[in-house]
């Protein structure tokens, strides 16, 4: 029987090298993205590397239209065997405060990006997978949410709430045949936004970064999916 990957928040990076990966197993890959030009350009890629993909239209920060890609998914697919949430993209920073500037607006957007957005989508995808006793929902983390970085306060906070609520899920659904794991990222990644803006002297930083290339952590993701045997992996140590 084939698998179903669904990639919430596919970018033509990190989204791209994931569906690859899954893909040479076998997978079919549903994208699930803001703009149609962006999931177009992702099926042509994949389709060249014969490489099974669709693409829904929805972001996923708002529950309601999450919910209506999960069901076209579901339409589709007949089901969605892993489901990745991977939020990202924007500009170099976007909506980050330092721990001084940290303040309840900026605070609950940033909540609300990475943490609020993840329960959505558990919730939607989750009983299925409960009900037929087979099923995983992978996160891409941050680092801060294992080492608190002052410069990234309200990530950090959203980051160690995303990362107690995957290991409690991993946890409660030990036994039922639902594998929860993350991919904490701990290094820029070639390629995306934020790598993009300090190559090109946009930003500037005091130290060297570390850079991976997104095959690194989609081979991380393949790893956690297959062995099954942690609960979470770090790739890279960005700033420590």
Known sequence: MLRTLAIFGAGPVM?????????????????????????DHLVAELARDGVEAAGFTADVYEPDRLAGAIGAIKEA????????????GGSMGEGIAATLDVDVENARVI?????????ALVRQVLPDMVERGDGAILF???QSGIYPTPSLGNAGM???????YFH??????????????????????????????????????DFEPEVVHPDVLADGFWELYTKQDRVEALVGSFGQ
């Open 168 to 205: 409690t899920l991993n946890a409660e659904l030990a036994g039922k045949g639902v594998y929860v794991g993350a991919v904490n990222v701990g290094a820029l990644i070639e390629g995306s936004v934020p790598h993009q803006a300090i190559t090109s002297s946009l930003v500037s930083l």
């Open 77 to 88: 697919y007949g089901r969605i065997d892993v489901a990745v949430f991977s939020p990202g």
């Open 140 to 142: 891409t983390a941050g």
């Open 15 to 39: 989204g791209l090298s994931l569906a690859r990966r899954f893909g040479r197993q076998g997978f079919r890959i549903a994208l699930v993205a803001r703009t149609r030009a962006n999931l």
């Open 158 to 164: 959203a980051q160690a709430a995303l990362r107690n």
């Open 111 to 119: 909540l609300d990006r990475f943490v609020l957005s993840a329960v």
